[in-house]
């Protein structure tokens, strides 16, 4: 009820403010001001009759005050009828309007007109006059006056047919019925009873407005109650302003059908088109907070805080547009010239961006990361010559925690444009190394390093065996040189320094059952004698490479597929006597 209660207030407010005064009210003065108009023709013409809206509602202001005489100079006659016959004229197009005009009164504010289609130029077409089977066109022409200038005047063409107009409505007047008190005494223009009626039908609208919801409500609750979200929150949130939007609708139903004089009718239509756009506005707004709300959550369930903060800043920009679009509806519909405030719009927007080029900069600049998400809080990145964390992606900068623990601001805008590298998304580690074997190694020792390097990467459970690369590449200088190269299949970067250092140790295994050894960095002087490479070992390395390519199971250029799958886990890792293969009861068997 409390609501309910402000709603009619807030009606009856709206009421009266669209009593037209006939002295200086503030709704008149606003459409004066408003009404845009030719400076030098306002000049010339005392009675503004510049635009087509500005001469129909001069005509209504002049007749409804009952200064005929004036009105009749907004009809196109001739001086002698117009002496004749122009207020009687004037006081039947008044009546005709008032009873049967439908149309824009506030539409066709330009001096030249508005282009329409079947409407010959210099001719205008503001709406229609219907009553029974008579129906008459509200033509405005543009004539040459010898002391106004150039002006518009209602034409000759609508005059001819309201006689005919006038006899219907004279026929069809619900007057008749009414007692003589309400009909004869008028305010503001506009009979007793009428105003009777459009009071009358605020709680009604009201009402009506409310039950309309609460039907509206019952499958509301059935879709929340089937998706398991038994609290209707998100749809009371916009009741208040839809239940302002429906009663107004209603109210304005009811007025139409009410035929209010025009005038009081033209200024009723537009306090209530702004009530109109006043509910549409707070409906989006609670809309856009309601919706983008939801994503955001979800966003941040997910894990998702770059895409949280894109709709947090979204939700801002769009609500900001939807006020500045509510503001300049009702600016439009009160008559202002939007063509001028957009230009001015887009005057201070430029000054505006120009002052504020890098602000701007970085803020797109922070819609583009957010939306690309190429990075997350937490990932490691490499931006440009620096590495570290993500702590936190903002809508001017984005923060890194770098490997000196010291917390570096970076612009988005700059974000945008340099070169990011992110090391968590890699599904690998590639692992690559150089072996320098002794200058003097026999060619089948370095065929035995080379086989058992190979087999040994094939074998580990932890490299990827499509990728696995050992070569020797270079004999010349100080030492042979093997690179090897293959994927680690982890992401981790502290696990692929483990599975890195198992690898060396076993390849310097690898070269110690050689026989032979890694080449010294550096020419080194021996003040004794050198022991040279191990008879025993590399008899064994020569004899087991004979015993291959007798057998013709030489592993060059590399070893054959069934050999590599027979290879594949076959080494322990973590090794055997590792701590990490302990059983948990601490009894020292492998796992």
């Keep these: 009820m409390r609501a309910f209660s402000r709603l009619l207030v807030l009606s009856l407010l709206c009421l009266v403010a669209s009593v037209p005064s006939y002295s200086q009210s503030a709704i008149t003065q606003v459409l004066q001001g408003a009404t845009p108009t030719n400076t030098a023709n306002s ?11 500005n001469s129909v509602l001069g005509f209504l202001k002049a007749a409804q005050a009952g200064d005929y005489s004036i009105a009749s100079q907004y009809l196109q006659m001739s001086p002698a009828r117009r002496q004749l016959e122009g207020e009687q004229m004037a006081a039947k197009l008044k009546f005709a309007l008032d009873h049967a005009f439908t149309g824009s009164l506030s539409r066709y504010t330009q001096p030249e007109g508005a282009p329409q289609e079947g409407v010959a130029l210099g001719h205008q077409k503001l709406g229609t006059m219907s009553a029974g089977d008579v129906e008459v066109d509200l033509d405005l022409v543009r004539v040459s006056d010898p002391n106004a200038g150039r002006i518009w005047l209602i034409s000759a063409d609508t005059l001819v047919k309201l006689p005919e107009l006038s006899d219907q409505l004279e026929a069809r007047q619900v007057e008749s019925k009414l007692p003589g008190a309400l009909v004869k005494n008028q305010l503001a223009g506009m009979p007793l009873w009428q105003w009777l009626a459009m009071l009358l039908a605020v709680p009604v609208a009201a009402g009506l407005g409310w039950i309309l919801l ?6 509301v609750r059935w879709w929340a109650r089937r998706r398991g979200q038994l609290d209707v929150a998100s749809w009371r949130s916009v009741s208040g302003p839809m239940w302002l939007l429906t009663g107004t609708l209603l109210h304005q139903v009811f007025m139409f059908r009410l035929r209010m004089p025009l005038l009081p009718r033209h200024y009723y239509f537009q306090v209530t088109y702004i009530a109109l756009i006043l509910s549409a506005t707070w409906i989006a707004w609670r809309f856009v907070r309601w919706s983008l709300h939801r994503v955001r959550m979800r966003a941040l369930a997910r894990g998702h ?17 939807i006020f500045l679009l509510g503001i300049l509806a009702i600016l439009g519909n009160l008559g202002f010239n939007m063509s001028t405030a957009l230009a001015g719009l887009g005057i201070g927007g430029l000054a505006i961006g120009f002052g504020a080029q890098k602000t701007i900069e970085n803020l797109f600049g922070g819609v583009s990361v957010l939306g690309d998400e190429v990075f997350r809080v937490g990932d490691v990145c490499r931006f440009g010559d620096r590495t570290g964390v993500v702590e936190d992606i903002g809508l001017r900068s984005t923060r890194i925690r770098t490997e000196d623990r010291t917390l570096l601001a970076i612009p988005n805008g700059t974000v945008a444009t340099i070169n990011l590298e992110n090391f968590s998304r890699r599904d690998k580690i590639l692992f690559k190394t150089n072996l320098g074997l002794r200058p003097e190694s026999k060619p089948d020792h370095v065929r035995f390093v080379l086989s058992e390097i190979r087999k040994l990467l094939y074998s580990h459970p932890k490299v990827e065996t499509k990728t696995v690369r050992v070569r020797l590449t270079d004999i010349a200088g100080t030492a042979l040189n093997v690179e090897i190269l293959s994927y680690i299949l982890t992401q981790d970067f502290g696990e692929f320094a483990a599975i890195r250092e198992d690898l060396l140790l076993r390849m310097m295994d690898v070269v110690e059952d050689s026989g032979g050894g890694l080449a010294l960095p550096s020419q080194t002087l021996y003040l004794s004698r050198d022991s040279g490479v191990e008879k025993e070992k590399a008899d064994s390395a020569a004899k087991k490479i004979a015993e291959m390519r007798d057998g013709k199971k030489l592993p060059f250029p590399d070893y054959h597929q069934d050999d590599i799958s027979s290879f594949k886990g076959s080494i322990e890792y973590p090794p055997s006597e590792s701590t990490l293969r302990k059983s948990d009861d601490g009894s020292g068997k492998s796992r």
């Design 43 to 53: 000049q010339s013409d005392p009675l503004g009759r510049t635009t087509p809206s």
């Design 214 to 219: 609460a039907v509206l409500e019952i499958p």
């Design 305 to 321: 805080a770059g895409t949280g903060s894109l709709m947090l800043m979204v939700e801002r920009i769009l609500k900001f547009v």
